[in-house]
């Protein structure tokens, strides 16, 4: 029997557990899930005979390279910083490790010691980054095989409320880890554009949201996502005149995060104590006030009118309360987590929606086309999401075609092979995750 270890059981694990656990009676394989909270680890398993709960603090080195030692494959959705635990580890006991994580530069550093233990390293399996990359390489390979030539590669995608649930001012809802979500974009952003680089810096980069229209939803507004350079090497696209990634969402989402990155509260760098600092005092911090801030203050601060949508925005937050915060030493971003995650939440009957699209220009036989190429994916509840689904399923029909030993790949990669790609997208379609494409 093959055993399979996924440290994480958080929000984007529900899919990739049920996927495994699903198929573990036929592909002879077994599930163990290490988090440090058990209680949430036993309610993504069950009673499963096929998995077995894991309390684990990710830092006791003895306990988790025990559990890495007695496995064959090593999944982790821990958060970014905490992988270069597990893949350290990985490279020690030569086990193939899974993420659906960035490429960070940590890792990147162990690249010889991967290739030296003849084990792969497959960052990027998720949904953006993962399906964005397999689904665009299927393209771009598909194009250029036909003789096309592509002059631009314009990629979006977004994890949103679904319309019929965005009952809030935000019109968003945390289908994922919060902590992402109210430190997207501080890096802010590089792309290219009509053969000029652009940078955006992240003071400026909700200010500069512009909108796609998407079929049946209708439309959406966009922001660069991090460095899109880096990936026009990896893409084999070094010439275009144009590439850009970029995150989708609703415009109303994009107006108030403007206000609060304005605002000053998602810095993430200077820690203060909370215990005796009120939420209006907190959020009022770079306003010229003598006393609590009132709506009015904090409009004329942020030049929008005290009756506008932005203000019932903050307001849905809580951020003109005068109760007390009482969440010992924070820094901003990490108060704002705490809103995000109470005020933002779904409810169990709450359903989200990934969005996925892709825009390419190129020319074929002295003829100018462009190509749309759309997901949509719909969640079924608050726990069933299809963020989930999106980041999870991936992982797991990767995990299995590495059990099957159908893909013999060693090496620190991303999901831009057609020996990963094809399979997985294909697999992909079983579970209603495909796209649809449009010319013009």
Not at 323 to 337: C, P, V, Y
């Amino acid at each position: 029997m093959k055993n399979i270890l996924l440290f994480g059981a958080g929000k984007s694990a529900t899919s990739l557990i049920d996927y495994l656990l699903t198929n573990a009676p036929r592909q002879k394989w077994h599930l163990t899930v290490a988090d440090h909270d058990l209680a949430l680890i036993k309610s993504k398993i069950g009673k499963s005979y096929y998995a077995t709960a894991s309390d684990l603090d990710i830092k006791d080195q003895d306990a988790r390279q025990q559990l890495i030692r007695d496995t064959d494959l090593v999944i982790s959705l821990l958060p970014p910083p905490l992988h270069i635990f597990v893949a350290k580890d990985c490279i020690q006991y030569k086990k193939n490790l899974l993420t659906a994580s960035y490429i960070d530069p940590e890792v990147k550093k162990l690249e010889k010691e991967i290739n030296d233990a003849g084990i792969l390293f497959l960052y990027e399996m998720g949904l953006d980054p993962g399906i964005d990359h397999m689904s665009a390489m299927k393209l771009i390979h598909s194009i250029e095989k036909k003789g096309g030539q592509i002059f631009s590669f314009k990629s979006y995608c977004g994890g949103l409320i679904s319309p019929d649930h965005a009952d809030n001012p935000w019109q968003y809802k945390v289908s994922w880890n919060a902590r992402n979500i109210v430190l997207a974009g501080s890096s802010g952003a590089v792309y290219k554009e009509k053969g000029k680089v652009k940078e955006v810096a992240y003071d400026q980069l909700f200010d500069h949201s512009k909108t796609i229209l998407i079929p049946g939803i209708g439309k959406l507004a966009y922001y660069p996502n991090r460095d899109s350079l880096t990936y026009m090497e990896a893409y084999e696209l070094q010439d275009l005149a144009t590439f850009m990634r970029a995150t989708l969402r609703f415009p109303d989402f994009c107006e108030g995060w403007n206000a609060l990155v304005k605002l000053g509260l998602t810095d993430d760098v200077k820690q203060f104590e909370t215990n005796e600092l009120t939420y209006n005092n907190w959020a009022s911090q770079h306003v010229d006030v003598k006393d609590n801030a009132t709506e009015e203050n904090i409009a004329q601060f942020l030049g929008v009118s005290s009756k506008s949508k932005v203000i019932r925005q903050l307001k849905f937050l809580g951020l003109f309360n005068t109760e007390i915060i009482n969440l010992g030493r924070q820094t901003n971003a990490g108060i704002l987590q705490y809103l995000v995650e109470n005020k933002l939440k779904m409810e169990p009957a709450d359903k989200d929606m990934v969005v996925m699209v892709h825009e390419l220009e190129f020319e074929r036989r002295n003829m100018a086309t462009r190509m749309h190429s759309y997901m949509i994916v719909q969640g079924e509840d608050n726990v069933h999401t299809a963020m989930a689904k999106t980041v999870g399923l991936p992982l797991g029909i990767m995990a299995k075609l590495l059990l099957q030993e159908k893909i013999s790949l060693t090496g620190l990669h991303i999901p831009i092979l057609p020996e990963i790609y094809n399979p997985v997208l294909k697999e992909l379609e079983e579970f209603d995750i495909s796209f649809e494409e449009s010319f013009e």
